[in-house]
């Protein structure tokens, strides 16, 4: 794929939509941050907003409610969200990449109807539920069961770190049917909130991203009907790599944006603070660390940039997603440790951000795979060819 060189020069829609986000990010996410940060409180207006804008179904198609746009325009929304507040990119992230691209791609008419409508427009917010206390990295290790009974399932089990996980209101159950088939027995399940048996377990007080509401879930006994499984029988797998797949490449720009959100702020200080009768940018062991910083963020960039384009031409983006998704992520923890360093004391205090960027850097090098699992579908990828 290094032979597909492609022209990134963005379209009027693409700058449009990319300035929406930027000045949404700057008047109506970074009011009230920090307090949100600090009392882990749910963006919920904020998330209403994004609703407003189109950014809850970025791609999905204009007759389900979405904004019909391309993968290129939603990294770009991605990064500019990210720069300021990752709790909320992340609420966007997983309802466009993981719930409304796999109800899009591979739901029932009666199924894009019934729920892709209203997750598209954001009226509703959707989860997907693939970790368990022992199925994270390790995916296939499923425990969670959907015991088919004829006209439904039967759900009992326990998913883990559910991002959205109270506020949503559609829930992407993946879970084992049939045990001696392996991963071919697993199967997604649309659950709606409020069925008899779905408990939704406490929230997990966390490092970063803390506005955004990450619970377990507990179901026992939980009936679904049939015609909430999303393709046939045994699909459930590999739905959820599929989807995981476009997913990273959103992963890739949240991190993407967060690196680059410390770096402005970092590079703004430099110029400002004085420290031996200079600006501490005029020290090369300051400019230097800039330097490092603009070069690697800018590589990121063009990983994630190539991925969306991959995605967008109808390239096999696995590899790309997964390249850009460590890669980005890997450059959001350092830029943002340096971003923190070039502050000195302000650096480790709330007001000045570049902390809160750092502890949500960390979760995009542990989600939607861990960096070691992108080198993992990397390696693979790379062997098999
Ligand atoms: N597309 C299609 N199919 C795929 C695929 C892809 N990208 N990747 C794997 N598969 C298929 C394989 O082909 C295989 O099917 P066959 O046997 O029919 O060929 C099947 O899936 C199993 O694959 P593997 O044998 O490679 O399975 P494995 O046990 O070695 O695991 C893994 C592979 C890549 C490590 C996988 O388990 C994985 O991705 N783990 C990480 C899980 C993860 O990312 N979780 C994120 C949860 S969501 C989240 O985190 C959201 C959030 O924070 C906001
Ligand atoms: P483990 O799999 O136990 O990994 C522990 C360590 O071992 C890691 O460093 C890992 O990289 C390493 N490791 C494991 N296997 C290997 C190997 N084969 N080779 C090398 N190293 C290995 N999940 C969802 O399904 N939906 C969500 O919405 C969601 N949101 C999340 C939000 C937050 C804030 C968090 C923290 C997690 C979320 N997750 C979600 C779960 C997340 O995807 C998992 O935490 C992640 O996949 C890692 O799984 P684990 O925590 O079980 O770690």
Known sequence: SILNFMDFTLTEEQQMVQQAAKDFAQNELLPGIIERD??????????????????????????????????LSYVLVMEELSKIDASSSVIVSVNNSLVCWGLETFGTEAQKEKYLSRLATGE??????????EAGSDATSQKTTAIDKGDHYLINGTKNWITNGNSAEVYLVIAQTDVEKGHKGINALIVEKGTDGFEIGPKENKMGIRSSDTHSLLFNDVKVPKENRIGEDGFGFKFAMKTLAGGRIGIAAQALGI???????????????????????NHQAIAFKLADMHTKIQAARHLVYQAAWDKDNGKDYTLSGAMAKLYAAETAMEVATEAVQIHGGNGFVKDYHVERLMRD?????????????????ISRSILKN
Do not use: H, N, W
């Not at 509703?124 to 970790?131: D, E, N």
């Open 38 to 71: 600090d009392a882990q409180a749910f963006p919920k207006e904020q998330v209403k907003k994004m609703a407003e804008l189109g950014f809850m179904g970025m791609m999905v198609d204009s007759k389900y409610g979405g904004s019909g746009l391309d993968t």
């Open 259 to 281: 690196a680059a959100g410390a770096y402005e702020l970092a590079l703004k200080y430099s110029k400002e603070r004085k420290a031996f009768g200079t600006e501490i940018c």
């Open 361 to 377: 850097a960390k979760i995009t090098q542990i989600y939607e795979g861990t960096s070691e699992i992108q080198k993992i579908v």
């Open 124 to 133: 509703i917010i959707g989860a997907f539920c693939l970790s368990e206390p």
